[in-house]
């Protein structure tokens, strides 16, 4: 199984526009203001027709497996993304890539606190309170790219179990499956290079349905 990939949010800055107010020029003294001139009624327009957009068509039901075929294919990927286990295993890796990112934010925050008062202050301390500061320093950045590596290492082992756990349950299910339709090979389409193949021999749907199901 590939690795999982960690969306980051992308947070969107809404600009307000300036409003602008309009005064009116005062009249030359002993000239009587202007009458504003009556503003003429447009006739009442009729609503332009909204356009009709055709319905969009009902998705085609999935092609026939082809009767005596003795070779298939499913996608792997997707039997992972699609499936409830999948989905499942998915959110633990989220769960713990945003609780990692947390804490190595809240170091990083320390770390640069105490580099921010290293270059502005260092100059006004004494020099055993510098050096101390700066010994502070370094270990707080060998203490953050231990814990990064670590987070790395963690995220990659949960990954691994998951991944472990979920062929393993996975697999019997392909074999049933193979063997209820009377196939001879039963194909990874990522891994086996596949290139064309009729639509119909794409088991991935009902790989999905009966890993969700239980089906035997």
Same mark, same amino acid.
């Given at each position: 199984m590939r690795r999982l990939a960690v @969306?980051?949010?992308v947070a969107l800055l809404m600009g307000v526009m300036p409003a602008f107010a309009l005064t009116q020029a005062a009249p030359p003294a002993g000239q009587a203001p202007a009458q504003p001139k009556p503003t003429p009624v447009a006739p009442p327009t009729q609503p332009a027709p909204k356009p009709t957009t055709a319905p969009a068509p009902p998705p085609s039901p999935p092609k026939p497996f082809p009767q005596g075929a003795k070779m298939a294919f499913v996608n792997l990927q997707a039997v992972f993304q699609l499936s409830a286990d999948g989905k499942a295993a998915a959110a633990k890796v989220q769960s713990m890539t945003t609780q990692k990112q947390a804490q190595i934010a809240e170091r990083q925050k320390l770390l640069q606190a105490n580099q921010q008062k290293l270059q502005t202050g260092g100059t006004l301390m004494n020099e055993q309170s510098r050096a101390q500061l700066e010994k502070d320093v370094e270990k707080l950045q060998r203490e953050l790219e231990r814990f /990064? /590596?670590?987070a790395q290492a963690e995220l990659q082992d =949960? /990954? @691994?179990? =998951?991944n472990d756990g979920f062929q393993k349950k996975l697999f019997p299910v392909l074999q049933k499956m193979a063997e209820d339709k009377g196939l001879q090979m039963l194909f990874s389409a990522a891994d086996a290079g596949l290139i064309w193949a009729d639509e119909? =021999?794409?088991l991935t749907e009902e790989a999905v349905k009966r890993l969700d199901g239980g089906a035997k």
């Open positions: @969306a980051v949010p /990064q /590596q670590d =949960l /990954q @691994a179990e =998951l119909g =021999l794409n």
